[in-house]
């Protein structure tokens, strides 16, 4: 596999608000020492949701520093509640974390990079900036927000790009439009991204559609977001009498293996495709939250992700797996 997990305990050291709905953590691991990871990095953190043990994927804030590891997360009432867990804790808390690992190659050859960000999308792309920076890279970032207010590192932002940095502001009426500004980049470009799964979507037809290579739009994820708002539904297992209910706060891929219909699976991010089960058939609606199936496969709703992918209503699947047979 390769995404390897190395569990290591932690300690929340400090928390502080970065807007009313933004709360960085400051997390030193047990015996750090403090080194480098890449651009694009984030964490696994063990969270309990409803008494049950669950994984919850966070990006790293910023280049490495020898305070600890940075992370920012985004309350969200409709999340499946991780986030909820994590701000309730209190600096001094007990963490069980992963290593640092990154899902994200940079070419630090280019000569023009544009870095995208919407909402919490910030997090990933803050060390992104820095590091380009750092290198003398020309670099412009796009941060889309729905006011300044909800914009976490904005500050930080300024300061560190000056007028490099521009703020797509909903609320005053200045969205990003990703058409003009990909069709305005000279070829070559790389663009880094992060940001929720239909703003990615449109990004990557308006890059497409600008004449852009796909391979130079990199980009960041959180399985956490949708088209469909999350919610319970149910999963049927071809070739048995059972059927499960897939509760918000947990994943596909987590119930059927707890139910032991063990499905494979590696990134857990909807990236690498190794959960992919099929499926056979929809009554209601699947949510596609994966970045690993095209348009036309989504659309075709032959597989699933597991990881991430949810849906409205009941979908019967195949994992080629019979729980008589374990």
Not at 86 to 93: E, F, I, S, V
Not at 227 to 252: H, Q, W, Y
Request: hydrophobic residues 40%; charged residues 25%.
């Amino acid at each position: 596999m390769r995404f390897v997990e190395t569990w290591i305990p932690a300690t929340l050291v400090s928390t502080r608000d970065l807007s009313p709905g933004i709360r960085e953590f400051l997390i030193r691991p047990d015996q750090f020492d403090g080194a480098a990871y890449p651009v694009g990095s984030h964490i696994n953190v063990g969270v309990t949701i409803d008494g049950q043990p669950e994984t919850r994927s966070y990006s790293l804030v910023g280049e490495a520093s020898p305070q600890g590891l940075r992370i920012a997360v985004r309350r969200a009432e409709d999340s499946r509640g991780g986030s909820r867990y994590m701000w309730q804790l209190a600096p001094g808390a007990r963490l069980d974390i992963t290593r640092p690992a990154s899902l994200v190659a940079v070419d630090w050859a280019r000569d023009n990079y544009c870095l995208i960000a919407g909402g919490i999308g910030i997090t990933p792309i803050v060390g992104a900036a820095q590091a380009l920076t750092r290198r003398g890279s020309d670099i412009t970032l796009h941060y889309a927000v729905r006011g300044r207010a909800d914009a976490a590192y904005l500050d930080d932002l300024a300061s560190l790009l000056g007028d490099r940095l521009v703020v797509h502001a909903s609320d005053e009426d200045k969205r990003l439009d990703l058409d003009a500004l990909f069709a305005s980049l000279p070829k070559g470009t790389l663009a880094l991204f992060c940001g929720p799964m239909r703003m990615l979507d449109a990004a990557r037809h308006a890059w497409i559609g600008a004449g852009h290579p796909l391979s130079d739009l990199r980009y960041e994820t959180f399985g956490s977001s949708g088209t469909l708002p999350t919610e319970a539904f149910r999963v049927r297992l071809k070739g048995c009498d059972v059927e499960l209910e897939i509760p918000r706060e947990r994943s596909m891929l987590d119930v059927l293996n707890a139910s032991g219909f063990e499905v494979i699976s590696d990134c857990k991010r909807g990236e690498c495709g190794l959960c992919a089960i099929d499926v056979v058939a929809v009554d209601g609606e699947i949510d596609h939250r994966d970045v690993f199936f095209s348009d036309h496969q989504k659309q075709s709703n032959a597989k699933i992700c597991a990881c991430v992918s949810r849906a409205r209503g009941t979908i019967t699947v195949d994992t080629l797996l019979r729980a008589d047979a374990v």
